[in-house]
T-cell receptor
Framework: ETGVTQTPRHLVMGMTNKKSLKCEQH?????MYWYKQSAKKPLELMFV???????ENNSVPSRFSPECPNSSHLFLHLHTLQPEDSALYLC??????????????FGPGTRLTVL | QQPVQSPQAVILREGEDAVINCSSS?????VHWYRQKHGEAPVFLMI?????EQKGHEKISASFNEKKQQSSLYLTASQLSYSGTYFC???????????FGEGTQLTVNP
């Protein structure tokens, strides 16, 4: 596997379900990100981890819970979601937060539908 | 505050040129450009750091005007493969988050 991978690619869940999204990067990076991409809206940053420490939570509701056990893996735990949470969830990684020219590499995303 | 991209959409014939602009109301440290094809991940194109630099990537180049707080992406002699949505992301400092614009949908027809 190369680059940034995400599983599952598609997820349909009910409002009472609990599920998790997984992201793995094979680039040796130290920073990982969760973004939400909704139709007709810009990419919204949700969380940032730098060397496994959460450095940013962009006022995300507590029904989204991130976890970063190591620099290569990032999870997004979901529970009691709302239909408006349906979106494409993108994971990205970069060398580290705070570096000039810190390009981010994105995974293919998980298309989430909340019924 | 998110950067403003213009135009929102553009349709080209193969071989034509296009310019996509990205403007900010605040001073910029860097501008990142990405292209996303339908159903795929955004792909990094280039970063421009403050200093008014211009960069090139095949027939795609970009400029960064600090004073005007804007960046422009130039696509010359467009190819069918250039179709997609182009996003600019801005950072206001070296450790700042990226804030993305709404995207410009580019369609290149034969």
């Amino acid at each position: 596997e190369t680059g940034v991978t995400q599983t599952p690619r598609h997820l349909v869940m009910g409002m009472t379900n609990k599920k998790s999204l997984k992201c793995e990067q094979h680039l040796g990076h130290n920073a990982m990100y969760w973004y939400k991409q909704s139709a007709k809206k810009p990419l919204e940053l949700m969380f940032v981890y730098n060397f496994k420490e959460q450095t940013e939570n962009n006022s995300v509701p507590s029904r989204f819970s991130p976890e970063c056990p190591n620099s290569s893996h990032l999870f997004l735990h979901l529970h009691t979601l709302q239909p408006e949470d349906s979106a494409l969830y993108l994971c990205a990684s970069s060398q580290a937060v705070g570096l000039a020219g810190n390009e981010q590499f994105f995974g293919p995303g998980t298309r989430l539908t909340v019924l | 505050q998110q950067p403003v991209q213009s135009p929102q959409a553009v349709i080209l014939r193969e071989g034509e040129d296009a310019v996509i602009n990205c403007s900010s109301s605040k001073a910029l440290y860097s501008v990142h450009w990405y292209r996303q094809k339908h159903g795929e991940a955004p792909v990094f194109l280039m970063i421009l750091l403050k200093g008014g630099e211009q960069k090139g990537h095949e027939k795609i180049s970009a400029s960064f005007n600090e004073k005007k707080q804007q960046s422009s992406l130039y696509l010359t002699a467009s190819q069918l493969s250039y179709s997609g949505t182009y996003f600019c992301g801005k950072a206001e400092g070296s450790g700042s988050r990226l804030t993305f614009g709404e995207g410009t949908q580019l369609t290149v027809n034969p």
